[in-house]
Nanobody, 128 residues
């Protein structure tokens, strides 16, 4: 079973930056998606960014140009670099993992239902 542990959350003022990390273990398949999702109080969980094992990426429109997803396979770590943060970015951020087929690698999914493995989340709070 894949294990995911997020870190790097915290409190920051609007306009600031944070980098989230997700340590990945027991991922045995070579074709996969890794994604970042977030859930604000009273709202549904939403996809923020995703990356495939081929390094192709997807982003939600709300974070394009501000967030960057990346991975270091040597360190088994997923990252989310967040810049120009806004109060509306405040949420609990989750890392997720999904095995996938070769034909689907070009467009990593941002749908929660495609991801069977999840971390516990790390809180990001952006103050105005």
């Amino acid at each position: 079973q894949v294990q995911l542990v997020e870190s790097g959350g915290g409190s920051v003022q609007a306009g600031g930056s944070l980098r989230l990390s997700c340590s990945v273990s027991r991922r045995t398949y070579s074709r996969y998606y890794m994604g970042w999702f977030r859930q604000a109080p009273g709202k549904e969980r939403e996809g923020v960014a995703a990356i495939a094992s081929t390094d192709s990426t997807s982003y939600a429109d709300s974070v394009k140009g501000r967030f960057t997803i990346s991975q270091d396979n040597a360190k088994n770590t997923l990252y989310l670099q967040m810049s120009s943060l806004k109060p509306e970015d405040t949420a609990l951020y989750y890392c997720a993992c999904a095995p996938t087929a070769a034909w689907a690698l070009r467009f990593p999914s941002l749908r929660m239902s495609d991801y069977p493995y999840w971390g516990q989340g790390t809180q990001v709070t952006v103050s105005s």
